[in-house]
């Protein structure tokens, strides 16, 4: 299987900073996005710290890995040390005290017919596979625990004022809990990471209507990001595309 990968990132329309990062590295097969909180630039720092620390964490597990250990395994204790990064880096600085940022991960098999991911925040995953979108990835935000607890519907949840609030996030506990998945890769099919300055901007049946353009991804990528912006470009805007071609 061939894979094809663009990315890109914006500092959207109303924030001074851009306190996304993220890392595209077709050759090993790694792509991941990190979303960062915290006051006088911190954010900034996690979501950079995050994404450096995890792809040099998974780079040295692909170079010695352990005996029968899986793609998740590898994956959770990239971002285990990704996590231990920040909490030390916080610690060495108080000016960045209280910094996060979420992490949302993927990485391909080596024979790049399968993936795995690692996710822990609202920045997402999805898979867009015959003309329909798929979320591989569950925000873990206040409002999606009232979503899945019945007391609001999804449409509230998206427009309601806590909606941004995570309840979980790197930075934020010693030992975080972390959300993997896994599947196959058939020809074709497109894999998205993004920040929730994509998300919270451009509803599903945009995205998916993106998606299914004959255009580069490049330019796919980009017009993911105008329409964040042309939506109202809130936040920092990043996104990844992945194609598996024969």
């Known amino acids: 299987m ?6 890109a990132t914006d500092r959207g329309l109303r924030r001074p900073e851009n306190e996304d990062a993220h890392v595209a590295e077709p ?22 710290l995050a994404v450096e620390t995890f792809a040099r964490e998974m780079e040295r597990i692909a170079g ?14 990239a971002a285990a040390a990704a996590n231990r990064a920040i909490l030390e880096a916080a610690r060495a600085d108080p000016a960045t005290a209280g910094m996060g940022t979420t992490l949302t991960a993927i990485a391909l098999a080596p024979a790049r017919d399968a993936f795995a991911g690692v996710h822990i925040g609202d920045s997402r995953a999805y898979l867009f ?26 449409l509230e949840a998206r427009h309601h004022p806590y909606a941004s609030v995570l309840t979980r996030a790197l930075g934020l506990a010693a030992d975080p809990e972390f959300e993997t998945f896994r599947g196959d890769l058939r020809p074709g099919d ?39 912006n042309r939506n109202g470009g809130l936040d920092n805007i990043t996104v990844i595309l992945i194609r598996a071609a024969a």
């Open 129 to 154: 596979r015959d003309g329909a979108l798929h979320q591989l990835t569950t925000d873990h935000t206040w409002v999606q625990q009232q979503v899945d607890a019945g007391v609001l519907s999804p």
């Open 2 to 7: 061939r894979i094809q990968a663009a990315s």
């Open 64 to 77: 010695a890995p352990a005996p029968d250990q899986t793609l998740e395994a590898g994956l959770r204790r």
């Open 27 to 48: 050759e090993l097969g790694l792509f991941c996005v990190a979303d960062g909180m915290g006051g006088h630039a911190a954010g900034e720092v996690a979501s950079r």
């Open 190 to 228: 497109l894999l998205l990471l993004c920040s929730d300055g994509l998300t919270g901007m451009v509803e599903d049946d945009e995205l998916a209507f993106i998606l299914a353009q004959d255009s580069p991804l490049d330019v796919r990528v980009r017009e993911l990001i105008d329409a964040a």
